[in-house]
């Protein structure tokens, strides 16, 4: 069986690459949003047109990266969605609710100090968890069966 995984959340560490790494030989794809942030942030008005406005600004790029963000999320079958340390990721809740109306299997990985903020987050996961490494021992147990060495 294989597993199409979505990315979702924070931007600003590497922890898909890390994650990536540790799921090296599994069935499984993965999918993530635009993570370079310029791109991301002005990809609406680059290819629609400037906007005198931030909120039009900013509007027009979410638009264009929820085509992405919809189609990826609606494929998967797991959704995983970190919430990172240094930012309200705002987006990242949204995803998570988004993949939780849809019936998806979600992920959601945070550190132990955003545990309350992300509580009704938390309350709607099949697991939470706090590293890469352990969604890859998730990812390794739902497609082999096998537990961490």
């Known amino acids: 069986m294989h597993y199409a995984v979505y990315l979702a959340g924070e931007i600003h560490t590497d922890w898909r690459d890390s994650l990536i790494a540790a799921s090296d030989g599994l069935p499984v794809s993965f999918t993530a949003p635009v993570t370079d942030h310029a ?3 002005d990809c609406g008005v680059a290819i629609l047109g400037a906007e005198p406005d931030k909120f039009w600004h900013d509007n027009k790029g979410a638009k264009l990266n929820a085509v992405r963000t919809r189609k990826a ?3 998967a079958d ?3 969605v970190r919430f990172g340390e240094k930012y ?3 987006n990242a809740a949204f995803d998570a609710g988004y993949a939780a109306a849809l019936g998806k299997s979600l992920i959601v990985m945070h550190g132990a100090d955003h545990q309350h903020a992300l509580k009704e987050v ?3 996961a099949l697991a ?3 590293t890469p490494e352990h969604v890859a021992q998730i990812l390794r147990y739902v497609t082999e069966g096998t537990l961490p060495r």
Request: hydrophobic share 55%.
């Open 39 to 41: 791109a991301s942030d």
């Open 73 to 75: 999320i609606e494929e």
């Open 78 to 80: 797991i959704v995983v």
């Open 88 to 90: 309200k990721q705002w």
């Open 122 to 124: 938390d309350a709607a």
């Open 128 to 130: 939470v968890v706090e």
